[in-house]
């Protein structure tokens, strides 16, 4: 799986879900409504300037406080394509599988705002293509890119298990 697209920087660690899309705007079955208040609180301007395609790029612990799916969903809905982090919270990482929203772990990147980049999900790397510098990244289980492709975990499991939500 490869995504590339133009990167949004924000260099802080311990971004918790509630900056990433704040409660009062996660009572709605309305997933779409997410997109115009997704990370509102850290750049108000977020919404207007990522486009569908565009990378997050983002610090330590990225996703950590409550462990509502909203926070990836949010994230998912303004159509960015894949986040990448220094690190993740545990729950929102995989929260983020659970909805098909795409993430990698990338310690040692140096992208900046503006960049254009190529990640690699499959195999882990990030190119940055404006530097022409690569990174190693987490590299995902094979189950994992395929829960990614299929959109989401209930999807997968519609596909491939024949489970019934």
Known sequence: MKYIGNAHVYEIDHIDTDRI???????TL?????????LEDLDPGFSKKAKNGDILVVGENFGCGSSREQAPLAIKSKGISIIIARSFARIFFRNS??????????????IEKGDSVEVNLSQGTVLNLTTKEEYQGTVMPDIMIRIFEEGGLDDYLKKYKSYQL
């Open 30 to 38: 309305d997933y779409s409504s997410f997109a115009e208040h997704v």
């Open 21 to 27: 899309i704040p409660g009062k705007y996660t009572k």
């Open 97 to 110: 599988v659970n909805v098909g929203m795409p993430v990698i772990e990338v310690p040692n990147h140096k």
